[in-house]
């Protein structure tokens, strides 16, 4: 059976230009080592391949038992220029959480 | 030399809520009030309502967020530090002692300036972003630097009970009274990092109570309806008590901590602001109450020689257009409705982008529900040199009513003045913070 992200963690989207930021936490600090094992760089760009064009970079934050992704190229332009309907992409939270573990 | 001293924050943006910081002062007990009212764009839009009419410029909802707080502050002895001065701290000041001489308030008022790097800048200027030369975006119109606490020292000093900024450093906003109040050494920069993660905790005011948190399922928050702001008590050692008014709505834990503290975050072992590069990597989160998050172990370094500036351009005209469809093939008229658009004037706008609203406008299109819904919204955007091009985008949406699929409704037509922002580097010694200081 397949669970999605959103069972076991929550997420923030922030936005700093053209730069999208995800957060990923887990209810359970216990499910921590799982997240980092399972939620790789290489599988959160392919879950946004349609989003992100440039780099991702994953901070592992073992005393915060949480995970921050820092996506380049991630916001058709950023907040000011995107011509998209959620400019700052704060949804996109939601769309990390509808990964499969 | 206080042991300890309370800071609230009223306003984590521009159109942020106006009775949150009414009850913080009112019930809160606060040393100081912080409104962070000013975004990135937000400057660039004030600097031109200046260029129009040189006593404005300052935030546009100031006399709204004033008007009532005004009596409270100076009933309860709450300092206000805002950078609601936007592109004009001196205009704001006076309209705010204006405001006081109405009510009959006596009240002294600093205004921060040395923000505005306008003269400074030459166009030839490598952006941040993509390195190419700043002028090459559009017509620059506006510089603006983030000051850090530097700059609010000094007009602490002079005991003002309201300090009015440009840009300056959202964290720095609440940095500046922590060093004041403890007299803390300017290059102790362990300190300096633990205030800077107060101050970041505490910028976006609701959000670290439970606003853009919520959700009734996995993250439920009571109360959304009258959710309280924070208010931090910070020790002399940098540690703080992060709580909100009794019997206000949200919610502080341990998860809108943690979603705050790595919010908007490029690197989480480096935040670099004016002040510190501090690290929020071993920042300890402790729950010592309900809606009590003791925060300790924040870190720091020293900080960097050059300030980042913002720099506003003329970036055109978005032009959008909306109409709506529900019912059967309500996502088939949807998509026939976006085909007819794109072979309209598809040609014209190379950067046209059609989304269907409930379908597929918010995340990545492998991600939508594949399922279809029972109403549907079309929504053309493009972004135009010309007004009048963009003008027309809106207009080919709403002629869908009587020319593209049946049952079309609801149509709107809007067109926005879009100012761009690059960043740059300036080195921090060319920067001159300044104050003046007014009386009501």
Known sequence: MTRKLAEIAHSRAGDKGNTLILSLIPYDPLDFDLLVKKITVEKVKNHFKDQISGEVIRYVLPELKAIQFTCLNALSGGVNTSLALDTHGKSLSYALLEMEL | ?440
């Open chain 2, 1 to 440: 030399m206080k042991d300890k001293i309370r800071i609230g924050c009223g306003a984590g943006f521009a159109g942020d809520r106006i009775e949150p910081a009414l009850i913080l002062t009112e019930k809160g007990n606060l040393d100081y009030l912080v409104l962070e009212c000013l975004a990135e764009r937000t400057i660039a839009l004030a600097q031109k309502r200046k260029q129009h009419n040189s006593s404005l410029g300052y935030d546009e909802l100031l006399e709204k967020r004033l008007i009532n707080l005004l009596p409270l502050l100076v009933k309860h002895q709450t300092r206000l530090i805002t950078n609601m001065g936007a592109a004009n701290p001196v205009g704001a000041a006076m309209k705010v002692v204006e405001m006081a001489n109405k009510q009959g308030i006596s009240i002294k008022v600093a205004a921060v300036t040395g923000d505005d790097v306008f003269q400074f800048i030459t166009g030839t200027e490598k952006s941040l972003e993509d390195g190419k030369p700043i002028n090459a975006f559009g017509k620059i119109i506006s510089a603006n630097a983030y000051l850090g606490y530097e700059a609010i020292l000094p007009a602490l000093n002079t005991k003002a009970d309201i300090i009015i900024t440009g840009r300056v450093a959202d964290p720095s906003l609440f940095l500046a009274p922590m060093i004041y109040e403890f007299g803390w050494d300017e290059t102790d920069y362990s300190l300096l990092g633990k205030g800077t993660v107060l101050g970041h905790l505490l910028e976006c005011a609701g959000q670290i109570t439970g606003g853009y948190f919520a959700d009734p399922i996995s993250k439920p928050v009571p109360n959304m309806e009258i959710l309280g702001h924070p208010y931090v008590d910070v020790d002399a050692l940098g540690n703080g008590k992060i709580s909100k008014v009794a019997g206000t709505g949200g919610s502080i834990t341990v998860q809108t901590v943690k979603e705050q503290l790595l919010y908007e975050v490029l690197n989480p072992f480096e935040y670099i602001t004016p002040d510190v590069k501090a690290d929020f990597s071993k920042v300890q989160i402790e729950e010592i109450g309900p809606d009590e998050i003791y925060i300790s172990g924040g870190l720091g370094f020293a900080k960097p020689s050059n300030l980042k500036v913002s720099v506003g351009y003329e970036a055109g005209f978005k032009g959008i257009g909306e109409i709506s469809y529900a019912g059967a093939h309500a996502l088939e008229r949807g998509k026939l409705a976006a085909e007819i658009i794109q072979k309209r004037i598809g040609h014209s706008f190379p950067n046209l982008k059609i989304d269907l609203i409930g379908y597929n406008s918010l995340h990545p299109m492998e991600l939508s529900n594949k399922s279809s819904p029972y109403e549907v919204r079309l929504r053309v955007a493009a972004l135009c040199a010309q007004k009048i091009d963009a003008q027309l985008i809106g207009e080919e949406v709403e002629a869908l009513y009587t020319n593209g699929p049946a049952g079309g409704g609801g149509a709107r037509k809007y067109v926005e003045e879009v100012i761009g922002i690059v960043s740059i580097l300036l080195d921090r010694k060319k920067i001159i913070p300044e104050f003046q200081v007014f009386t009501s």
